[in-house]
């Protein structure tokens, strides 16, 4: 099945730095990647994804990559703020004959030093 | 419009009862899936339901069991409770079942189990 890694566990950045995080997949199907925001004692909101058939989007100060070829796709954050302090996890998710299939990363600890 | 909202945030029970948990899903939103979101093991994918139907199913006993009313919205029951049960619960909807439709999570039921 699908395997999904995350890389760093966790990151510590000065404000206004760049933040990347990075993650890799197993299955050539996967063509559906969302990334996620977690908050303490929230759910995860999604906040950018990409599909297999687009290279990069982009949002304001986040941007997303994806390296089909390679299997990973990564998520830049630009002029990080207090606010973006938050566990972050990255998805693979493909079409399946029962609906769709998401498996998660394990998530990256982001932590922005005023 | 409003998220997906679940009942009640926190739970606290003892080793053999049984538990059940609510999810409304965002309006419009026919797929319902719950996640278990523990520290070690990350989001691990429980079951999804799409009209009122299991779909698809995770590696979890069959203690944990679901169902879906006509209106969309699901319930989760875990029977026979074991200390390991304690985690945070999360329900997500989705507008399809298509490849590419993003999950939308609540903010979770936080159970400990004693």
């Known amino acids: 099945g699908e395997n999904v890694e995350q890389h760093p566990s966790t990151l510590s950045v000065q404000e206004g730095d760049s933040a990347v995080i990075k993650c890799t997949y197993s299955?050539?199907?996967?063509?559906?990647f969302p990334w996620y925001k977690q908050e303490l004692g929230k759910g995860p909101q999604l906040i950018i994804d990409i599909r297999s058939n687009v290279g990069e989007k982009k949002d304001q100060r986040i941007a997303v990559t994806l390296n089909k070829t390679a299997k990973h796709f990564s998520l830049h954050i630009t002029e990080t703020q207090p606010e973006d302090s938050a566990v972050y996890f990255c998805a693979a998710s493909k079409r399946e004959n029962y609906g769709q299939n998401f498996v998660f990363g394990p998530g990256t600890r982001l932590s922005v030093l005023p | 419009k409003a998220g997906v909202t679940q009942t009640p945030r926190y739970l606290i029970k003892t080793r053999g009862q049984q538990v059940t948990l609510s999810c409304s899903p965002i309006?419009?939103?026919?797929?319902v899936s719950w996640y278990q979101q523990t520290p070690g093991q990350g989001l691990q994918f429980l079951f999804e339901y799409f009209s009122e139907t299991q779909r698809n199913k995770g590696n979890f006993p069959g203690r944990f069991s679901g169902r879906q009313f006509s209106n969309s919205r699901s319930e989760m029951n875990v029977s026979t409770l074991e200390l390991g049960d304690s985690a945070l619960y999360l329900c997500a909807s989705s507008l399809t079942r298509q490849g590419g439709s993003p999950l939308h999570f609540g903010n979770g039921t936080r159970l400990t189990v004693t």
């Open positions: 309006s419009g939103h026919r797929s």
């Open positions: 299955d050539s199907a996967s063509n559906y």
